[in-house]
């Protein structure tokens, strides 16, 4: 007689189950933490983003859309024609070509100038350079609208109106203060052994300052000459006081030249001139964005 003997049943080992819920759940407060901080970047995204979305679907309308339709309505036709009366009927290309030359001379002078003046105020060791130093700091304190009559007086006797002179060396004048501040305090957090052991190698002050204080201080540059730029290339008011022709107008002077003599305003040649105006500048920003990160931390970590 056989047993009947039942056979074991095999049971699985038990496994230890990780409690994912824990790990889950972190993730869902470490997003909750960071929810207000998104939420914020998001509404400071919008709030950049928009007005150049609606600036770019502006510059397509027609007048009768703008007229006729509602401001976030997209435009029924995607051409160029606003660009073309910008440029052919308004003489936006006119515009752009006497603010380069009027912007980029005064950049270059601005920053050659300050360079050296902020170099000769900080590095050498002169008797009263901390006057000198109060001087420039004064002139960041003076409005511009208290020298423009003065000024347009001296240029109208040395019959530099109707040139773009006036504006060059305006734009000269009221900027080398804040340059010069700027890079005295740029050159104040270069080390002195720097400059000593170049001295020690035979440099004069010239070699100082072109080989070795300058490319110390090339991302600096870059941040005072994109600072500058942004002031200059939007001035309207110095723009509109020493500029009388047509054929020397500013691009921002330009720009009111699309308002009818009764307040009539041409609405897609004004905003496509602007769309212009404004894309190029944030171009430029772009391009130069590490150069001026890199200038504004500079002064953060010495040696």
Same mark, same amino acid.
């Given at each position: 007689m056989s047993a009947l003997i039942a056979e074991p049943t095999t049971t699985a080992s038990p496994t230890i189950q990780r409690p994912e819920?824990?790990?889950?759940?972190?993730? &869902?407060?470490? #997003? #909750?933490?960071?929810l207000p901080v998104i939420i914020g970047v998001f509404i400071l995204l919008v709030i950049v983003v928009y007005p150049l979305v609606w600036l770019?679907?502006?510059? $397509?309308?027609? %007048? /009768?859309? #703008?007229?006729?339709?509602?401001?976030?309505?997209?435009?029924? %036709?995607?051409? $160029? /024609? @606003? *660009? &073309?009366?910008? #440029?052919?009927?308004?003489?936006?290309?006119? *515009? &752009?070509? @006497?603010?380069?030359?009027?912007?980029?001379p005064s950049i270059i002078l601005i920053v050659l100038f300050g360079t050296a003046a902020g170099f000769a105020l900080e590095v050498m060791v002169w008797k009263g350079r901390g006057v000198v130093l109060l001087m420039f700091l004064a002139g960041i304190m003076i409005p511009v609208q208290m020298i423009l009559l003065p000024l347009f007086t001296i240029y109208f006797r040395l019959h530099l109106t109707g040139t773009l002179w006036p504006l060059i060396i305006t734009y000269v004048a009221i900027g080398m203060p804040l340059t010069v501040f700027m890079m005295a305090t740029y050159f104040r957090n270069v080390p002195r052994e720097v400059f000593e052991a170049a001295t020690i190698d035979g440099a004069n002050i010239y070699r100082l300052f072109w080989t070795v204080g300058l490319p110390l201080v090339r991302n600096a540059v870059f941040t005072v000459a994109l600072v500058q730029f942004f002031f200059i290339w939007n001035d309207l008011l110095v723009a509109l006081t020493f500029v009388n022709t047509q054929e020397l107008r500013t691009i921002q002077v330009g720009l009111l030249n699309f308002t009818g003599q009764y307040g009539a305003i041409n609405y897609g040649p004004m905003f496509a001139g602007i769309a212009v105006n404004v894309v190029g500048t944030l171009i430029l920003y772009l391009f130069l964005n590490q150069q001026v990160m890199r200038g504004l931390t500079a002064g953060s970590v010495k040696g």
């Open positions: 819920t824990g790990h889950r759940g972190r993730g &869902i407060r470490k #997003f #909750f933490r960071k770019l679907l502006g510059s $397509f309308k027609t %007048q /009768d859309e #703008f007229l006729s339709e509602p401001f976030w309505a997209l435009p029924r %036709q995607w051409g $160029f /024609d @606003n *660009y &073309i009366e910008a #440029f052919v009927g308004g003489g936006l290309g006119t *515009y &752009i070509r @006497n603010s380069v030359l009027a912007v980029f």
